[in-house]
């Protein structure tokens, strides 16, 4: 028994019918499904293709398809780190290493202003309004992409949630920090001046790297991890 295309995008609807919502984690199901049930429909010739569907299903347990979609995002989630990783490690690097330096001299400068935690204070409230902003764009063009059934890939959106995730975390553990500090920066000594400036360059390369290299650069990566994708994207 050979499946027809009507009878593969049948499955592709039933993938997305039981909560698959990634083109490549539908593939991967379809693949699977379309060859378990041309081997059952030799066993069992006499069936519907609902019924060897519904019969090759039974195969992945009481939990559906969970599994399988639980196993791909930890293998996106390891892709994902890599890819951070190799983005972060660029500003340790010339020239980027000289952009590096000087956040973090500039920091350890202004850290030794009078009331310096204001004006650090105020900066984080510009960009967390911008990145506010950056969020709600994304929000609104995923939502658009899932009314329209669009193809979606894992690690298109994944970019997109761990940078939402990720920020929050930054302007979080930035604003703890410099309310944790109950003395002004000024009046500090200048080896905990330099690990305060150190640690906020680390948080800021990080934001930078998740919150917008990695947006701008995703249909290269995508590109580069799914071949289909740019043929997907064009249909």
């Known amino acids: 028994m050979k499946l027809t295309e009507h009878q593969i995008e049948e499955l592709f609807k039933f993938t997305r019918k039981?909560?698959?919502?990634?083109?490549?984690?539908?593939?991967?199901?379809?693949?699977?499904?379309?060859?378990d049930i041309e081997e059952i429909g030799v066993e069992y010739p006499k069936l519907s293709?609902?019924?060897l569907r519904d019969k090759s299903f039974k195969?992945?347990?009481?939990?559906g398809f969970m599994d399988v979609i639980e196993a791909k995002q930890k293998q996106m989630n390891k892709r994902y780190r890599k890819i951070l990783w190799r983005f972060f490690k660029e500003w340790f690097t010339l020239p980027k290493v000289i952009s590096t330096l000087s956040v973090f001299f500039a920091l350890f400068v202004v850290l030794q202003i009078q009331n310096s935690e204001y004006i650090l204070l105020v900066s984080l409230f510009v960009l967390v309004i911008y990145d506010l902003i950056k969020q709600s764009k994304?929000?609104?063009?995923?939502?658009?992409?899932?009314?329209?059934?669009?193809?979606?890939?894992?690690?298109?959106?994944?970019?997109g949630e761990t940078r939402q995730g990720f920020s929050g975390f930054v302007f979080i553990h930035i604003f703890n920090s410099l309310n944790l500090v109950k003395v002004p920066f000024y009046t500090i000594e200048t080896h905990w001046l330099l690990l305060i400036?150190?640690?906020?360059?680390?948080?800021?390369?990080?934001?930078?790297?998740?919150?917008?290299?990695?947006?701008?650069?995703?249909?290269?990566?995508?590109?580069?991890?799914?071949?289909?994708?740019?043929?997907?994207?064009?249909?």
């Open 18 to 35: 039981h909560y698959v919502y990634f083109y490549d984690v539908q593939s991967e199901l379809v693949d699977h499904l379309a060859n």
């Open 49 to 51: 293709f609902e019924q």
């Open 59 to 63: 195969k992945f347990g009481i939990f």
């Open 138 to 159: 994304f929000k609104k063009k995923h939502k658009k992409a899932k009314l329209k059934e669009e193809k979606v890939f894992l690690l298109e959106s994944m970019i």
């Open 197 to 235: 400036a150190f640690s906020i360059t680390m948080l800021i390369i990080l934001f930078y790297v998740t919150g917008f290299l990695i947006p701008q650069k995703a249909q290269e990566l995508l590109e580069e991890i799914y071949p289909e994708y740019k043929i997907v994207k064009n249909l």
